[in-house]
């Protein structure tokens, strides 16, 4: 387990890691920030949804000069899509640190970027295509780029960008850091990595088979401010013999456990800020039982052996797969049957359908649970109470009590009587959260069907080329940009 504060990440964009609700590396962020930060051209094997950007951002973002408004980082991505939503990750990376950020694609008026440019952004994410025609223009300036990144290498070879991909590298000061990132390496990518990269460091992750057995596995798609309602009704509906709700931060974690407390759950919280002395107590309350509930962040669950959890409830989704099979993974052990239930919002969707493909496995989609559904639970509980006492038998000492009653009351009022008095009344006490932002959806451009409004984000300058293995050389304007430039830019 490797966090954030353990590599050497200064304290603005620490501060923009932990709004964000990134506590934990994943494995390319582990293996890739501190060769980024060390100055290394990087090659990162690796899929999406692992967390690349934040891998090549930070390092990239560490080396940006807030003061000097001229383009120090570029990123190229092949769709308008990745372009935008990498160009906004590196925003919230950075906004503490002062960054600017612009992401620059075709389909996008020219004037319009042409000015956005003039504005002094310190990073540019831009589609191949559109690049170049800045750059032919002279309307982007990258003789003061320090670190470039490639992104998803291999699928802008598979949609003929591998040419631009070359001149734009060329036109590049050749004193720079460059990180290159593809899925699959094939000879052409490798070619790059040689000729125009200094001594590339690789980092492979091996995309795991991540799969789940012995989970019932279920969605709830609802509002944000729906969350906290759910998640007790769920409870009371459910009954959990021990449960772990997992939240995206610390201040979430507080917030949750005090919320549940409120209602008259048994809950505790742990988090990276508690005391060992602390974290250890709670612990031993959960496995003996004496709390029911246990919310948490994914560090603070990390390493945890608790047998017997019967439900995992993701109040919030994470942000990769990855830690998403480790959660709901804490249920399910010791050959026994686990439930884990996800809250999503609608903007949320994508993201677990990416979650859905990675771990091969389909989430069953639940409705928002209500009240009334709730208290029919608890009231169930009362029910089996009383069927047990039936069972356990010695009422003989109660029988001449009970004859007097029927006596007086019909049976089904005497009934519906005792099971009032048994029934855990839930107290509606009111609870505010915390708003957090959805998590962002980097989605991949590989498998796009003919109807996706994805092929449509390309726009003139864009336009999808197909890749020709003999290499030949590209055709209309690209060849006269290569031409035009010549020698020097060899």
Do not use: C, W
């Amino acid at each position: 387990m490797t966090t954030f504060q353990s590599l050497s990440i200064s304290e603005p964009i620490m501060k923009a890691l932990n709004q964000m609700g990134f506590e934990e590396a994943t494995p390319i962020q582990e293996q890739t920030i501190p060769l980024g930060l060390e100055g290394k051209d990087v090659i990162g094997q690796a899929q999406t949804g692992t967390g690349k950007t934040a891998a090549f951002g930070i390092p990239m973002l560490e080396k940006i000069d807030k003061k000097q408004r001229k383009i120090q980082g570029l990123v190229v991505a092949p769709t308008r899509e990745l372009a935008i939503q990498v160009s906004e990750e590196l925003h919230r990376l950075g906004k503490m640190k002062g960054v600017r950020t612009l992401p620059v694609y075709g389909g996008q008026h020219m004037e319009r970027q042409i000015k956005a440019l003039k504005d002094g952004p310190h990073i540019v994410v831009a589609t191949p295509g559109r690049l170049l025609d800045h750059i032919r223009r002279k309307t982007i300036r990258i003789d003061q780029v320090h670190t470039a990144v490639l992104d998803e290498a291999d699928e802008m070879l598979n949609m003929g960008f591998i040419d631009d991909i070359r001149d734009i590298l060329k036109a590049i000061p050749t004193e720079r850091q460059t990180l290159l990132f593809s899925a699959t390496m094939p000879k052409e990518i490798r070619n790059i990595a040689q000729t125009l990269m200094q001594s590339p460091e690789e980092v492979k992750v091996k995309s795991k088979a991540m799969t789940v057995s012995n989970i019932d596995q279920n969605f709830v798609e609802l509002q944000e401010k729906q969350k906290f309602d759910a998640l007790t009704n769920l409870l009371d509906i459910h009954i959990p013999e021990l449960a772990i709700i997992f939240g995206r931060t610390k201040k979430r974690v507080d917030e949750l456990t005090e919320g549940l407390q409120a209602r008259g759950f048994r809950a505790e919280g742990i988090h990276g800020d508690l005391t060992q002395g602390k974290r250890t107590s709670v612990l031993k309350q959960f496995k003996n039982g004496r709390i029911e509930i246990l919310v948490a962040t994914d560090v603070a669950a990390r390493g945890l052996d608790i047998s017997g959890v019967s439900h995992v409830y993701n109040f919030d989704i994470p942000q990769d797969p990855e830690s998403y099979v480790h959660r709901i993974g804490r249920t399910g052990r010791a050959g026994k049957t686990g439930v884990a239930i996800s809250f999503i919002t609608p903007r949320e969707m994508p993201h677990l359908q990416s979650i859905e493909k990675m771990t091969k496995s389909k989430m069953n989609r639940m409705k928002v649970p209500s009240y009334d559904e709730a208290r029919r639970g608890q009231q169930r509980i009362a029910v089996d109470q009383l069927n047990s006492a039936v069972k356990s038998g010695n009422l003989e000492d109660y029988r001449e009590m009970a004859m007097e009653l029927l006596n007086e009351q019909d049976s089904v009022s005497l009934v519906a009587a005792a099971l009032k008095m048994m029934t855990k009344e839930r107290r509606q006490a009111p609870v505010t959260l915390s708003s957090v932002q959805p998590v962002s959806v980097k989605r991949s451009s590989k498998g796009k069907g003919r109807n996706d409004k994805r092929n449509n984000y390309r726009g003139k300058n864009d336009k999808k080329r197909h890749y020709n293995p003999k290499g030949n050389k590209p055709s209309g304007r690209n060849r006269k940009f290569q031409n035009k430039r010549g020698s020097k830019s060899e």
